[in-house]
């Protein structure tokens, strides 16, 4: 076994023994796609980077990897716990519980606002989520290493694992949510057939971002560090414990706040569920972030791929 | 027009690497640069490669560390962009390198299905070869356990069965095999000769020269990024024994 086939040509011509077994065998090895003898495969540039087009179409071909590794990843999370898979349902809720405590109850921000808890929750779920996909994908790259420099794949399915993890994670927690939106006094709309639409804006804007942290994160793990802080300011930017229209009197001031992608999907959401007054500017915002943000996440992203294994 | 026999064709290639200066720069000298963009240095690894691969081929690649042998290699598989020159191919080559493991903290089976889908495969499909990849990695009793307590043996043979599991066209081995005991090598010569006969090419890269007497048709032998010699294994491999390298092997 171990020195056949040594034989065919030892000198620059490796080989012209074609014969209709070994095609046959080709065919059903699944390669050498055409050995039919006569067609001469053209051959390809190795070295260019894939067009835009069909690395999205050869990332799509192998989208599975981005669902079945982080619901692997999700499994096994929570393995070595007494709760087990119980926590992805506990944890937001003694999340909601904290800040409940402390801005509803302790330091009194209720002002202007209905249905406190309904409007807290919402606020902090939806929060979470893009917190969560963030921190996920700046290190989806550098920890996996080990894959990258195995396996020749489109990177892009790195940080859409975490997304597609993180946003399997979140269900628990938006039931929660909207269980307790029920629960407060809040009766269904029309108003919620347009959640699903934020939602999906809000899914837009997370994959964007978690490209563009990936990428940044591989020459700059500092970004770890950084990244919590930037959420915690976010988060008092984004109106998740107080009601913006409350609080801040300017309305170029409250202009202001619909850049901020965060406070545009959390405000509208509450549009959907508890009926909560929505700017124009709000809505503008979050879909200006949710087209913006993936095409620059993508960009940057696929812009620098050929480095990240090196 | 080329040669229908070639399945790769790279022509006076050129591929440098940036090189970041350690340890990397703090806030003190950013500032006083007035920049923060990492210092690198661009270091020519492969200088002005041409050569040929072929069906039914194993080559050989040898020379000291430093040689350029793995650049070359990522740069085949579209790693590492080219500053000149060009490297064309049939298909994009698969590389089997010497790195860790996928997941260290998951089982051998999960790595199989992690692997197994970056390569392209449907979870079905894996689910199909699950067996075969198994057994081909002699792992049967050890798959459930992490992948951290594996051997380097171990790793090195689950790492080529789930490379190999799809009969790549073009198979670039970068130092893989010589983890490996004997029984690994004599798996890694069937898959070797399963991608030969399929009308594919394998390109060898390693220090151990009785691999290359072992597998390969034809030696390149390269020295700072440029290639010395061509030729008959036997020839080239005598040749670079005896040659005066400082660091050779």
Redesign the interface.
Known sequence: ??????K???????????TAA??A??AT????AG?QEAP??P???????PTARTYLREAW??R??AI??PA?DLR?QNMDTTLGQLWHLVNPALLVGVYFLVFGVIIDTRRGVDNFLGFLIVGVVLFHLTQRVTLEASTSITQ????I?????PRI?LPAASVNGQTAAFVPALALAILAVLATGELPTLRWLVLPAVLVAQFAFNFGTALLVARIGT?MPDLRQILPHLFRLLFYGSGVIFSVDAFVQSAAWRRAFALNPLHDVITCARWCLLGEPVDLWVVAGLVMWSVLMPAIGFWVFHRSE?RL?? | M?????T??VRDAHVS?RVFEEPAMGLKQGFARGRMR?QYRMIPAVQGVTL??????TLGLIGPNGAGKSTLL?????????RSG????????????V????????SGR?NI???G????F??AEVERRMDEIIDFAGLRADIDRPMRTYSSGMRARL?FA??TA????ILLIDEALTVGDEEF??LA??RI??V??????VVLVTHNMNEIR?????VVWLDEGRVRA????ADIVDCYLAAPSPNSR
């Open positions: 076994m171990a020195d056949d086939g040594g065919p040509g030892t000198a620059a011509d490796g080989g012209k023994i074609d070994e095609a065998e080709a090895a699944g390669v050498g050995s001469i495969r051959l390809i540039d190795l070295t260019s980077r071909r192998r599975e990897f079945v590794v692997q096994a996996n290493m080990g894959l420099r195995s396996i020749q794949f399915l020459t050929q294994g090196a | 080329s040669d229908p026999a070639v790769v064709e690497y990492r040929d691969l072929h069906e039914h081929e990522a740069a085949m598989t579209g790693l590492l962009p080219l060009s490297i064309r191919g049939r298909s994009r080559p698969s590389l089997l390198g790195s860790s493991v996928l997941r260290p903290a998951l999960r299905l992690i692997g889908l970056a390569l392209g449907t979870r790492r789930i490379a799809r009969i790549p066209e090598r004599r010569a069937e000769d399963d030969r006969s399929a009308s594919g090419s072992r597998f390969c048709d034809r061509v030729g008959d294994p």
